[in-house]
């Protein structure tokens, strides 16, 4: 007998006819009792889930983090409990703003999601590949990403809608200057850093609080493509990430990125000078130096990718014990937004999908129950409700400490670019700053280009509004821009 497998229907039954449909006749019509054909098409017309709004183009692959360095004194997550400690995960990285079928290369900050599969549960850190962001407060994020997707009337893609709400909200120069040099287009994922982006928490064994930010920094080295270039790849191989870390992976050549923590003592955090939990401003390195911690290591790639990186469910709200949230308000706006983008892409179970399933979780012990594609036996018959008399689910008390955050202050509609919370220049000038001769260069050809889309009736106001915000980063950066565009720069533009 064959050992191969036999082809069968979805529910078992062995057939043969798979590609004739049963007929009245070698030429008649189609007889409707032939339900293989229906299950075929009908499952066919339900392949395509909801593509993710942002973030929809990505590729990943598994593999290894180790610690290489002791930072127990400042948490007590397991992830970090001794130097030479691996725990298994998964990376999936993206573009923001383009389809599923959009090219790898479009300028575009790139996501940098990652699973730790911990024994205390899954720890991800869904970030970017940039340490800050355009908005601070998560109700604009709705708006400024219809500006990165296609015009309601054209359904193009629109330069004008795009500069038109960066220079409204001059909060988001930092990261457009990040943007337009010459990281906006990173070769691949494998040369690209990876940021935590928000500020988060570590808690260590005393229950004491350091607020952190997460940098991983490729081994590979830093390494962009040109504008030029990044435009050509779109139409050689818009699959060019994807392609690049599969095959190095294929070839063992397995990608590594370095883990280095920036820690705030939490009282410091009180009087800083920066907020420490704006995520449009970084910590300088000069006031919080990179701390290692270990190496994180890509070293398989996915069996399939639909099961696998499709499927795959990040969420910045997924922390463990010894990790901990901030006030980071986009953070914030994000610990709802992702789990609920999962509920509505993959389901109220989606963290039943083998992908997303912590491994060092036999079964759920919990009390929720039911909904679509319960397929883990949903606790069979034990207790549906808390407190009951009969179950043996144990809350263990030494998961509840967490250190008390003060909060001493009235709900209001604040305003976040309110005095002290409203210099958008400094830091994006002093990006500009250390850059060398050709890297300015690129970041002001790379503005001119990007900026010489927008038009419209508009155009001069939204050309000259922006103009005015490049001046305040930097007169160097703002000469530049204008003379690229040949316009005629006046005294007002470089008053902050
Ligand atoms: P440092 O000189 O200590 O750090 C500069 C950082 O800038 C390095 O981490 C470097 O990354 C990174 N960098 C260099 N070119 C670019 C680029 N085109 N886009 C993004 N990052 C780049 O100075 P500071 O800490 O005082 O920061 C100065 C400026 O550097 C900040 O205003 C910010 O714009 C940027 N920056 C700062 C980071 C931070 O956490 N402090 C992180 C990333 C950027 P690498 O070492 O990998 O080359």
């Known amino acids: 007998m064959s050992k191969k497998n036999k082809l069968t229907t979805s529910s078992g039954r062995p057939y043969v006819e798979n590609e004739d449909t049963l007929s009245v006749g070698r030429r008649g019509p189609l007889l409707i009792e032939d339900y293989i054909l229906h299950e075929k098409m009908s499952h066919f017309n339900r392949e395509r889930i909801p593509e993710r709004v942002v973030h929809a183009k990505g590729s990943g692959a598994y593999g290894t983090f180790t610690v290489t360095h002791d930072i127990t004194k400042y948490t007590k997550a397991k992830i970090f409990s001794k130097v030479g400690k691996k725990t298994d995960m998964i ?10 079928g959009s090219a790898d290369t479009e300028r575009d900050p790139r996501g ?3 699973k730790f599969y911990t024994e205390d549960g899954n720890w991800d850190m869904v970030g970017n590949n940039t340490p800050v962001f355009f908005v601070k407060d998560p109700k604009k994020f709705s708006d400024f990403i219809h500006t990165q997707k296609r015009d309601p009337y054209t359904n193009m893609k629109s330069p004008t809608m795009m500069w038109d709400f960066w220079s409204l909200r001059p909060e988001s120069l930092h990261q457009v200057t990040i943007l337009m040099s010459d990281r906006g287009t990173p ?18 064994k005393d229950n004491e609080r350091f607020y952190v930010k997460f940098h991983f920094k490729t081994a590979q080295g830093i390494k962009n493509f040109t504008d030029k270039d990044a435009m050509e790849m779109r139409g ?17 050549n397995y990608p590594k990125w370095n883990l280095r923590i920036q820690v705030m003592p939490e009282a410091e955090a009180l009087d800083y000078h920066i907020n420490p939990f704006d995520l449009t401003k970084v910590w300088p390195h000069g006031d919080y130096p990179l701390i290692d911690v270990g190496v994180m290591e890509l070293n398989r790639n996915p069996e399939n990718y639909f099961a696998e990186i499709e499927q795959l469910a990040t969420s910045p709200a997924h922390i463990v ?6 006030p980071d308000k986009m953070l914030q706006g994000r610990l709802l937004s992702y789990p609920d983008a999962h509920r509505y892409r993959l389901g109220a179970n989606y963290e039943q999908i083998p992908v997303n399933r912590c491994p060092f979780m036999k079964e759920s012990n919990n009390y929720q129950r039911d909904g679509l594609m319960r397929v883990d036996g949903n606790q069979g018959r034990k207790p549906n409700y808390f407190p009951n008399s009969f179950d043996d689910i144990e809350i ?22 309110a005095p002290r919370e409203d210099d958008h220049y400094t830091q994006p000038g002093n990006l500009f700053r250390i850059m060398d001769d050709q890297a300015q260069k690129n970041l002001i050809s790379n503005i001119v280009g990007a900026m010489s889309g927008i038009d419209g009736p508009k155009k001069d106001e939204i050309v000259n509004r922006q103009l005015c915000h490049w001046f305040r980063a930097d007169p160097t950066l703002g000469a530049g821009v204008a003379n690229g565009l040949g316009v005629e720069v006046d005294e007002s533009m470089f008053v902050r």
């Open 112 to 114: 940098f999601a990652l």
């Open 187 to 204: 070769y691949g994922v494998r040369h690209m850093n990876g940021y935590g982006s928000h500020t988060f928490s570590l808690i260590n």
């Open 321 to 326: 014990d010894g990790i901990g949230y901030s």
């Open 91 to 100: 990376a999936r990285f993206s573009t923001v703003g383009g389809e599923k």
């Open 236 to 252: 050689i191989d818009p699959d060019f990430s994807q392609r690049d870390l599969m095959k190095n992976i294929e070839d063992g």
């Open 396 to 417: 263990d008390e030494s998961y509840k400490q967490l250190p008390p955050t003060v909060v001493d202050a009235e709900a209001d509609w604040f305003d976040r670019n």
